[in-house]
């Protein structure tokens, strides 16, 4: 078998080009180019990341690429004989390269190989990519904006709806909504304000975990990034994925540009955002601006302007919902459900103890709670 004859024929993908972006493909292909110990390490060591498997890592690399025909598809884009023909013919190209063993290169045993059909793998893949997307997105579910690019959040969290204890009405609000945005009906803005420690974001990201096999993802952003939501925006308008923009814990001083940009950004998804997208922003502040000592000494003339100012900015998110510390009843029963998933009986003792907890911490909190359960199970060890 030709080795630099199967390198090249991998330089010629065109529908699967983004591949040659790849740093694996790129090790593989410089390793048929040169045959040499020295590549072959190189590539190893890439493969070696995903496992031992060549064959199993080129088809994954295939089924997640954002190549041309998961673009089109996902996009319900006519695709033409010629380019069916021709991601079928280098589907096999890329088969055949994922079936050389290494004692083709001089070293036995480096890697396993086993005969995989792409094509089918492929076709399989296609018929779901509205719900699994392509490229980084059909890896990850959490983003971070970072340099203008969209990066998979470098810590993933994995908090889950079965964790999330009480505000039971508050979360199927936020449920109905991310479930219309998955139907492709326009979702509705979602401010989710109120007390710390009470679950706001967290509600948030257990949903996005619970809907991302339906095509959900989150994309969190800064409040200095606010300007360039319209650009996320128009980036993922096409994706055939759904995209939650989350801004968490944002508070504005009340003379911050970003105010601004906020309120401008809201009137433009208003009028021209794209179905697959909503906005989500969590504050422990109802209006989200901070009022000084110095705002509250203004004349009134100010203070009704600088209200209807804030008031115009809330208004603009379609659904509000609020978060208030729980009563005594409220916290007792999260604290005993907390308890009860690390096995832990909750009497009047650790009753009384929890609530002494909860002043020294400024108050009763989902939060709290969990700090609390924490506290036994240090004790406990």
């Known amino acids: 078998m030709n080795i630099k004859k199967i390198g090249n024929q991998l330089k010629s993908l065109a529908v699967f080009r983004c591949l040659l972006n790849d740093d694996m493909i790129k090790a593989f292909i410089r390793l048929c ?11 190893a060591q890439s493969l070696y990341c995903m496992g031992d498997n060549i064959s199993a890592a080129f088809l994954h690399k295939v089924l997640l690429s954002e190549n041309l025909m998961s673009v089109k598809c996902a996009s319900d884009s006519e695709i033409s004989s010629v380019i069916k023909q021709r991601a079928k013919a280098e589907l096999e190209i890329i088969k055949t390269a ?3 063993e290494s004692e083709m290169f001089g070293y036995p045993n480096l890697w396993i190989t086993q005969s995989l059909d792409f094509e089918k793998a492929f076709e399989e893949r296609l018929k779901n990519i509205k719900q699994t997307g392509y490229g980084v997105f059909a890896e990850n579910i959490m983003f971070t904006l970072e340099n203008g690019e ?13 964790s999330l204890k009480g505000y039971e009405r508050q979360r199927m609000q936020i449920e109905n909504n991310i479930k219309a945005l998955i139907k492709g009906k326009v ?6 304000y109120g007390d710390s420690g009470t679950g706001k974001s967290a509600t948030v990201k257990a949903l996005a975990n619970f809907y991302a096999e339906q095509g ?20 993922v308008s096409s994706n055939p994925l759904k995209f939650i923009l989350f801004l968490d814990d944002l508070t504005f001083d009340p003379n911050d540009d970003a105010f601004g940009s906020m309120k401008a950004v809201l009137e433009g998804s208003v009028a021209a955002r794209a179905k697959n997208t909503c906005i989500c922003v969590t504050s422990n502040r109802r209006h989200l601006v901070k009022e000084s000592a110095k705002d509250r000494e203004m004349g009134d003339l100010h203070v009704r302007d600088t209200m209807e100012e804030i008031g115009a900015l809330t208004q603009r998110f379609g659904l509000s919902v609020v978060y208030e510390k729980p009563d005594r009843l409220s916290y007792i029963k999260v604290l005993e459900e907390i308890a009860a998933d690390h096995n832990i009986e909750i009497g009047e003792a ?5 609530e002494a ?3 020294s911490k400024g108050g009763r909190s989902c939060r709290v709670a969990k700090q609390y359960v924490e506290e036994l199970i240090r004790r406990m060890d």
């Open 150 to 162: 969209i990066i998979p959040a470098i810590f993933k969290d994995d908090t889950t709806v079965d």
């Open 98 to 100: 994922a079936e050389l």
């Open 33 to 43: 180019d040169e045959e040499s110990s020295k590549a072959l390490g190189e590539f």
């Open 216 to 235: 959900v993802r989150l994309i969190e952003i800064k409040k200095s990034q606010i300007s360039e939501i319209p650009y996320i925006m128009g980036k």
């Open 350 to 354: 650790e009753i009384k103890e929890a």
């Open 357 to 359: 907890y909860a002043i």
């Open 187 to 192: 979702a509705a803005n979602m401010l989710l």
